[in-house]
């Protein structure tokens, strides 16, 4: 027996809306993965870090030259871009960061840029600037569940990056190493009265933060192409879920990112990507007028 | 006092000497011709930096030959300066004026997106020679000036020639667009919306992106639940050109896909993998041309750079190609009004072909329908 006509819209409706749902939690756990790490890099070393893209950008890159010019199989070449990531981070925490922490956060902050343009052109300089494409395998491969189709791609992203989001929150909240973190973050002169060294704090946390960027490269990166100022796409997208989320909040993070995503592709699904481009933008100033310091965002001296 | 006065005497000569073989070496350099200056104003950073990179190959593979051939003008050199204009048009007008001011260029070579081009045009405006190179929309020449030139065919040029070839050969019941949000593409959805529907082409809906997006699931997703026959993708850059045909196929889309005209280059087919395969598109430049410049800048190009020579760069290629010729048979490389008339006055023999020029400054040129097969830009016929 055929359906009525707008009982047969409606369910079409549905299903569209499933599938931009599933759309926007997927890209919305990309922006999670990026924004975790900027956020933590804030709570903890109170860095605006502005070459934090850069590192998703160098992920991306690493994965891309494992898998072609070392023939690995992509998910080993993630851990190992992730790995050498923070590696990076590591080097960059040792010559600039470290350097100038006694300095005004505003010359740190302008010190990462520095090193962003630093980083996007010398990969430009290094890697070309024509775009390359990371063969994942799973990138193309779609998978129905239900009425909605997802690639396996973006079913690896969410997988991955709730494992990686698990063990941060364990690390934080169960290893001594976490608890150094939280106490520096909570009041770095406090900490180190208490003989915790900020420094070795500070270098890990940038270590995490650098490989997180790196990993959220290698996972989402496959999803589009790879080119060297993908990072200010990047560094932008994390911004917009750091500041909806509250600087130093990685459960902020967390509801900002998927928020973030959801919004977009609600918005561009039934208004215009034009307005999806914006509406990051709506939201900060919606979450601002609100909570001005976002919404799980922290004042001075609390870490939530 | 005999000794010192000698001592000074030789190094007073000693110095004179070299003073005057440096003097001389100097003047000898001086003596040979001066260059002829060409600025390159290309997208080096941003989304449009490949796309850049291979306008100014195809340029400096083809300079390098006429060099080779001795120059023009009585031995002079051809020389490019290359800028980045970011792909941004207030990049682009900054470009140009440091190249007019600062650096006193002969001619300007550039606007390689419409958007970027529209505005360049009024900072050489009636002073300085300008071709635009792959910059498709119609106002470059209609609303340009007396020493501009485009040597790219307008969107309407392609869209007129295409749609006859989606309604004939293609044949799809209905097309949905997806749109890059600036000039080029609003003025892309207007013409084939207008020409699809007069033959009897349903158009389903249009959806247009934005320049720095990297990710077209949602609205992809949009497009596919209004069922078209086909989509027709309109990308003006490689790597979001590419992403989007991937995503076509990700998002389950089982139709046709229609690349737009103008902007197929092997690195997209590289970069697409098998989502490009049997896909047709519309361009003035296909590897199998025939033809012995074409022959010979490829085999340049593949001497000189990494990259395949793609249809971007042959535009490039034929502004250079045809300034130099212009200026050598003008016999005079700022004498503009000379050189425009000397352009628009003649058929030219170029890597694409034999084309002219009309007297707005628009290329009359081949446009051949290609498709690609097993990764291979080949023409149709």
Redo the contacts between chains.
Sequence with gaps: MPLPLDLKGAT?DFI?LG??LA??I??GMGYVLIAVGLTLVFGVLRIVNFAHGAFYMLGGYFTYFAVQSFGVHYLLAVAIAAFLAGMCGLIANQFFFRPLRKEHEFIILLSSLGLSILLTNGS?LLF??????IESGF??A?LDIGPV?V?QQRLLIFVLATMALAFVYWFIRRTRYGKMMQATAQHPEGAALTGINTNFVHAYTFVLACALAGLSGALVGP???M????GD?AVLKGFTVVVIGGLGSISGACIGGLLLGIA??LG??YI???F??AIGYVLIVVVLIWRPQGMFGISRGHKS | MKSSNFTAATIRTSVLAIGLALGFSNGVHAQAKPPIKIAAIVP????G??D??LGLEGMQAMAEIINAKGGILGGRKIELITYDDKGLPEEGVSATKRAIEQDKVDAVVGGWFSAVALVMKEATRDTMLNFMTSAQHPDVTNKGHKYMFRVNATSTMMSDKYSKFICEKIKPKSVAFITV?DDYGRLEVENYTRLLSACGIAVKGN????R????F???L??LR?LQPDAIYVSAIN???G??IY??I????FKGTTIASAGNMNP?LI??S?SSLENVYSVSLFAPDLKNPTADQWQAQYQKMF??QPAFIGSLGAQSVELIAAAMDKAGDAHDYNKVSTVLKGQKWKTLLGEMSFDDKGQALQNLYLIQVRKGKIVKVD
């Design positions: 079409l569209l599938q931009q759309n926007g997927a890209n430009e070309g600037a024509d775009p390359k494409y990138a193309d779609t189709t690639t999803t589009a192409m080119f060297p100022t993908v796409w977009e592709a561009g699904g215009s990507q034009g999806a481009e | 080096l950073s941003g989304a930096a490949f850049g990179q949000n959806e247009f992106y934005n720095n997006d990297t990710d699931t949602t609205v997703t949009k639940s490689t790597a979001q590419a992403t991937r995503q196929k990700q998002t389950g690195k590289e970069l993998g990494k990259n």
